[in-house]
Each structure stands twice: as structure tokens, then as C-alpha cells.
């Protein structure tokens, strides 16, 4: 684990020391958006248009942002249209690193180099920050479109329509603010609440954690009681976006990030939901729970120094998820 100073790697885990014990995520540094026209979109430069073949990502199966878009680039139709490269499990002294000594790790598919950073390096030799996945990443200009999932899993909702004729919209305009709502907190409780519960080093940091997080998630199951999904009846980037979170969670997260007032099967609702997202055609493939485990219990060992992986608990995704 550590990060680029100018362009300099530098292996440190994050300092919490000035923040008392919390965890502070940093913002990504390249934030372009591809368009279908090539326009600027809502932050960056213009030029980045929807091509064919032209885009490549780079992601961690272990990842929950990352995986976000993995997950758009299969409802959207952009396997033929985006390539993927994905990384080893393990997060060590190097960052990430583009080993293929695991099943599903496939090395560096465009360039053959060793290391994520090196990706970074290319984009711009003097870069300073987290290197971090989801990548995406521009073929033809040389250059990374951006490194935020959040926009990423955007511009795959919609920039390559004309190309690809799916026309499934995640973020459908009527719906816009009430996605936006969910996002907030579940971002800030959840998907985010669990690094920060996980990687407090204070008692202090993480009780602001863990408490806001089951709040949230006591706050979904009555959700879930009344609606089939989080927006109401029809399936957006809110449910996405938690998915991702929630497929972590009872495997890693309730044992190695100490969020284990209860487990996502405790809550009916919620886990049947959480199933009929898994079972959605076309997810199932980007879950990968043997990157998922590897990845946080060998990678984090300020954590879990001995690198043990536990043995559970593994539940069953495949069972009927009776959301009819
Ligand atoms: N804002 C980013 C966050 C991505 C992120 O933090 N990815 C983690 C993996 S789960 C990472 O690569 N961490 C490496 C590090 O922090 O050094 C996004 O959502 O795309």
C-alpha cells in the first residue's frame, strides 16, 4: 500500500494521525468524461468521444467501486466495446500489481506492465496521490479519461448508446433527485461507512462509523419492505451502487472490517433483495468472492496481521430471492 509523491512511489498505509484515527478517502485526480460527440461533460476536458475499442478499463475484482462499472459495462451491452484488464488480489508494498498467479487476474492487457502506478505514470510522469482502481483508460490520446467510478458507471448509462443500441437507462430523468438522495447517504454510511468503521484507529472513529452504518442499513430494509427496489419499481444506479457493498459484506466486511451488529441475511428484505441483484442477468460473472476475500484479509495486514482468511461465512446468492 502507499501512493505517488511527483511521480515518486512511496509505500505508506494512510495516516490517520491527523485526523483522529479517521479514515479520509482522497478525491480522484482525473475526472473527464467520454460523451457520445465528444463534448466536455459535467467536469474535464471535451474530446474524449464514444469509440468502439477505443476505451480499455482497469479494475480489481476485489473492488466495490471498481466493480460498479464492471457491472455497467455488462447491463449496458460494452463487453464487445471495452476491453478489461484486471489486477492481482493483493494490495502489498507496490500497490496493485498486475501478477497472474490468481485465477481471473489477468495481467496488463494493453501495455504488459507490472504495476497499476505505471498506468498513472503514463498519464502524466509527475502525478502525486492514491493509485487506485477503477482506471479507465484512453487508447487513442494516451491518456486516463478518469479514475472515479461514479462518473464512470455514467458515462457507461449513456455515452455509448448509438453504438451499442442499448438503450436501458439507470438514471432515468424522472427519477434523477430521488437517486441522488439515496446515493448521498448510502455513500457516506455504507459504501464508504464500512472503510471507515474498518479502518478507524481510534474506538472513537470508528463508533461514528458503525453506528450510522446499521442505521442506514435498518433504514433499507424498511425501505425494501414497501418497494421493490430503491428508487421504486424500476432498477437503478442506487441499487448498483449498493450492491457492490452488500456482496462484500457478510464475507468480509462484518468480520474484518467490525461491522457485525448483524449480517445482511439477518435482514429479509434486504437479502432478498440483495440476491435478485446478484441473479440479474449478467452480474453473477463480475462477482468474484475468491478476489473479494483474498483481497482485504492478505492485502490489509495493520489489519489482520497474520493474513489468515476465515472460513465464513459464505452465503448462498443463488437461492430463490421471492422479490416477485
Ligand atoms: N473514488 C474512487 C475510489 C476508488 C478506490 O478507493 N479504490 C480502492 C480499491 S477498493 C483502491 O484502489 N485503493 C488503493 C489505495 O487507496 O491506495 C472511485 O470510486 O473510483
Partial sequence: MGQLVNGVWKDEWYDTDTSGGEFVRDSAKFRNWITAD???GPTGEGGFAAESGRYHLYVSYACPWAHRTLIFRALKGLEPHVGVSAVHP????????FRTDFPGATGDGLFGTQYLREIYLR???????RVTVPVLWDGQRGTIVSNESADIIRMFNGAFDQITGNEADFCPPDLRDRIEDLNARIYDTVNNGVYKAGFATSQAAYDKAVGPLFDSLDWIEELLAGSRYLAGDRVTEADWRLFTTVARFDSVYHTHFKCNRRRIVDYPNLWGWAREMHQWPGVAETVRQDHITRHY???HDTINPHRIVPIGPRPDWTAPHGRG
Fill in 297 to 299: 484479509y492478505y492485502s
Fill in 38 to 40: 465528444g463534448s466536455p
Fill in 90 to 97: 493483493d494490495m502489498l508494498s507496490e500497490g496493485w500489481e
Fill in 123 to 129: 498519464a502524466k510522469p509527475d502525478v502525486s496521490g
